[in-house]
């Protein structure tokens, strides 16, 4: 029973952090970066590794020890660049000036 909920929540927990960083991904690329080629260059590096992911065990023997330690290290690694990160809200600020502006259609949304 635990172990259902914690997969339960865990899977919450992820899944719901992916388009955080889509968002943040987007906000990062914004002045000098299509959306459009951003999200595809995200999509593609993630298939990519997924795909690397799930080939790698049929190659060590079917082991998925190493699974859980190099998840370890990627979080380790990854953690400390995320929360260091300094984000310009240029799109924000774009949407607020023409809100203050009044814009209608750039203030709702409708520009994305």
């Known amino acids: 029973h635990v172990a259902y909920v914690s997969g339960i929540l865990g899977g919450f927990c992820f899944n719901s952090s992916i388009p955080l960083f889509?968002?943040?991904?987007m906000e990062t690329?914004?002045?000098?970066?299509n959306e459009h080629a951003?999200?595809?260059v995200l999509v593609l590096v993630?298939?990519?590794v997924q795909i690397v992911f799930l080939?790698?065990?049929t190659k060590i023997g079917g082991s998925a020890q190493w699974m859980n330690w190099l998840?370890?290290?990627v979080l380790g690694?990854?953690?400390?660049?995320?929360?260091?990160m300094k984000v310009k809200y240029s799109?924000?600020?774009v949407d607020q000036q023409a809100a203050s502006a009044g814009v209608a259609g750039v203030a709702a949304g409708a520009d994305r």
């Open 29 to 33: 690329v914004y002045p000098w970066a």
């Open 71 to 73: 998840l370890l290290v």
């Open 55 to 57: 080939a790698v065990p």
């Open 46 to 48: 993630n298939t990519v």
């Open 77 to 84: 690694g990854a953690v400390p660049p995320m929360v260091l």
């Open 22 to 25: 889509f968002e943040l991904t």
């Open 91 to 93: 799109r924000l600020e």
């Open 38 to 40: 951003a999200s595809t």
